[in-house]
């Protein structure tokens, strides 16, 4: 029996793009499925055609049991949608946004208020709560815009991008709430580019990549397939990484993708997977050291779905510009020498 949220071939070209490259997706109910990719890779474009917005080329899906093409307007019904771009009504209060939104679903206009307060309390609003939506933050909007997705819990929720922009404590809050929406039975799918993200809430993941379905599993699996354990290094001056990386290639186990050394240049840092634990680490020590390579720090860490999204697309996942400047933290892996280069956001 499909899930909740079953996608089978979609596809939808705008020009030359092609947005959505033949997507399936089944999510079980009461589950959480993590659609996860770079900008541009197609996620927003998955959302909107599940969520009847836009009209696939061809595919066919179905949401709660109904057939998205077929009968939008009962999908509709069924459905609650967060979207990257908050839907707030700028002239009305945050009270007013939630209420109305309340009475949009039928629900008593007491029901709707009492709604609206726990809303507001929970997204940290309160004390906006009368104020117009015209003057709030961009981080509040976000987060009225959340709320008014959670005045009534739908049986299938989409959630695109849903804490890009919050601060950390408002990222947190949400979780909070997600897990208990789901806790409560609603099946959601939310797209984020925040690997950690889908780590913590995400009983499945997606990757996507150019509108495809480039990997899929729990988070454990699609770990377990980049490999095991990595060593990474931060050698004391950059004039050693180059005899580092040679010590460091010898200990790279062969695999998809890796096996090869990477290179942050700024931050002197060089990764390579390994097998063999903590004996091995040893080794390296005593290797490096042999070669008259000073180390600043030196761990043994589990591949992070950041490993997992470099190894399978051969670029890292792009964040947002405020959290790095739109350079340093993400370099990529070239293809084949192992080099890492900065790529510029698209
Ligand atoms: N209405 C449109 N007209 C033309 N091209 C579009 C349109 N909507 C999306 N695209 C293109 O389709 C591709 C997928 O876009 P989409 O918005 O689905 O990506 P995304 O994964 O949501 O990216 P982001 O992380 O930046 O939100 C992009 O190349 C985008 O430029
Ligand atoms: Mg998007």
């Not at 057939?67 to 707030?88: H, M, T, Y």
């Not at 008593?108 to 709560?129: G, H």
């Not at 454990?220 to 397939?225: E, H």
Request: proline share 3%.
């Amino acid at each position: 029996m499909p899930g909740a949220i079953y996608a089978e071939g979609l596809v939808k070209t705008f020009g030359d793009v092609r947005a959505l490259d033949g997507v399936d997706l089944d999510v079980p109910e009461g589950t959480v499925l993590g659609l996860l990719g770079p900008n541009g890779a197609g996620k927003t474009t998955a959302v909107r055609v599940l969520t009847t917005l836009l009209q696939p080329d061809s595919g066919r899906a179905v949401v709660a049991g109904i057939d998205v093409l077929k009968n939008p307007d009962e999908v509709r019904r069924r459905i609650g949608l967060s979207g990257q771009f908050a839907a707030v009504d700028e002239y009305l209060t945050g009270r007013e946004n939630l209420q109305m939104v309340g009475q949009l679903y039928q629900m008593r206009a007491k029901d709707a208020k009492v709604r609206a307060d726990e809303l507001l309390e929970r997204f940290n609003l309160a004390d906006a709560a009368d104020r117009t939506a015209k003057t709030y933050s961009g981080g509040m909007r976000r987060r009225l815009d959340l709320a008014a997705a959670l005045v009534v819990s739908p049986p299938v929720m989409f959630m695109d991008e849903p804490t890009t922009g919050l601060d950390p404590r408002n990222r947190q809050g949400l979780w909070e709430v997600i897990k208990e929406l789901v806790a409560g039975g609603t099946t959601l799918l939310l797209t984020t580019q925040y690997l950690e993200e889908a780590d913590h809430l995400a009983h499945d993941i997606c990757v996507v990549d150019h509108g495809r379905v480039i990997a899929r599993g729990t988070s454990d699996q699609l770990k377990a397939q980049t490999g095991g354990e990595r060593v990474e290094v931060v050698v004391h001056g950059s004039g050693m990484i180059a005899d580092a990386r040679g010590v460091l290639a010898r200990y790279g186990i062969a695999g998809i993708g890796h096996g090869e050394v990477s290179v942050e240049d700024h931050t002197r840092k060089l990764t390579v997977p390994v097998a063999g634990g903590a004996k091995l680490l040893a080794e390296v020590i005593r290797d490096l050291d042999a070669v008259g390579v000073e180390i600043d720090d030196i761990g043994l860490r589990r591949p992070t779905l950041d490993d997992v999204f470099i190894s399978l697309t051969g670029h890292a996942a792009e964040r947002e510009a405020e959290e790095n400047g739109g350079l340093g933290g993400e370099s990529l892996p070239g293809g084949r020498g192992g080099e890492r280069v900065k790529e510029a956001a698209e």
